[in-house]
């Protein structure tokens, strides 16, 4: 009995009261970490785990910013409709998750890796000029590397890249950039070959919402 009041005695009103405070300050704490999940949760592509596209402009924004060699790469899935309809979504899924795995090793840890839509990627990472060519090339084989479906298929996938500097387009204005990138990916398209474009991607007149390129303009990495 006496040990059972000693042990009573210990806990005192300022102890009660310091108890009592702790616990709301705990449920926040759980409140708060949940918060910040979810709002993380809403920056990301759930599928992907790429940046979504508004965090993605943030970020890109920053970088052109503050690093002079910089660079605009956009990337399209090649003949991904076909894989949907002849071997399923799930498939379809499958590969734009892969993408999306490849495209954040490539691109490393402080680029801006983002989802725009559909089967549509964009990167925007330091690039120094004296290593563009041998990392589009790079990037292209990545790309072009057979996807190992969930069942133990192999599927054969592919991608089209452009890519776009502030010193070959001559601005540092996102919006330039990717629409001079995105002009130069149809220069490339299905040949396997990255393009960077020039200032006259800036201007090429579009078609059904999307830009087309022109030829004679620097192409690297053709798969095999």
């Given at each position: 009995?006496?040990?059972?009041?000693?042990?009573?005695?210990r806990?005192?009103p300022?102890?009660?009261?310091i108890?009592?405070a702790?616990l709301?300050?705990?449920?926040w704490?759980i409140?708060a970490?949940?918060?910040h999940?979810r709002l993380?949760t809403t920056?990301?592509?759930?599928?992907?785990g790429?940046?979504?596209r508004?965090?993605?402009?943030?970020r890109?924004?920053?970088l052109?910013?503050?690093h002079?060699?910089?660079?605009?790469v956009?990337?399209?899935?090649?003949?991904f409709?076909e894989?949907?309809?002849?071997l399923?979504h799930?498939?379809?899924?499958?590969v734009?998750?892969?993408?999306?795995?490849r495209?954040?090793?490539?691109?490393?840890?402080r680029?801006s890796?983002?989802?725009?839509g559909?089967?549509?990627?964009a990167?925007?990472?330091q690039?120094?000029?004296?290593?563009?060519?041998?990392r589009?090339a790079?990037l292209v084989?990545?790309?072009?590397?057979?996807?190992?479906l969930?069942?133990?298929?192999?599927?054969?996938?592919?991608?089209s890249v452009?890519?776009?500097?502030?010193?070959?387009?001559?601005?540092?204005?996102?919006?330039?950039l990717?629409?001079?990138?995105?002009?130069a990916l149809y220069?490339?398209?299905?040949t396997?070959?990255?393009?960077?474009?020039?200032?006259?991607h800036?201007?090429?007149?579009?078609?059904n919402?999307?830009?087309?390129?022109?030829?004679?303009?620097a192409?690297?990495?053709?798969?095999a």
């Amino acid at each position: 009995m006496d040990s059972v009041l000693h042990t009573r005695g210990r806990f005192g009103p300022r102890t009660l009261l310091i108890t009592t405070a702790a616990l709301p300050l705990t449920g926040w704490a759980i409140h708060a970490t949940a918060l910040h999940r979810r709002l993380a949760t809403t920056k990301r592509d759930p599928l992907t785990g790429l940046l979504r596209r508004d965090t993605y402009t943030a970020r890109a924004r920053r970088l052109l910013a503050r690093h002079d060699e910089v660079a605009v790469v956009m990337v399209d899935a090649d003949r991904f409709k076909e894989i949907n309809d002849q071997l399923g979504h799930a498939a379809g899924d499958t590969v734009l998750a892969a993408f999306g795995a490849r495209l954040t090793a490539w691109a490393g840890p402080r680029a801006s890796v983002g989802r725009l839509g559909g089967d549509e990627f964009a990167v925007v990472l330091q690039l120094p000029s004296d290593r563009r060519e041998q990392r589009l090339a790079q990037l292209v084989r990545m790309l072009h590397t057979p996807v190992v479906l969930n069942d133990g298929r192999t599927v054969d996938v592919a991608a089209s890249v452009g890519a776009a500097t502030p010193h070959t387009v001559g601005s540092r204005d996102l919006s330039v950039l990717q629409r001079a990138a995105d002009a130069a990916l149809y220069d490339g398209k299905h040949t396997g070959q990255a393009v960077l474009a020039t200032a006259a991607h800036t201007s090429v007149p579009s078609f059904n919402g999307r830009r087309l390129g022109r030829p004679g303009t620097a192409v690297w990495g053709r798969a095999a």
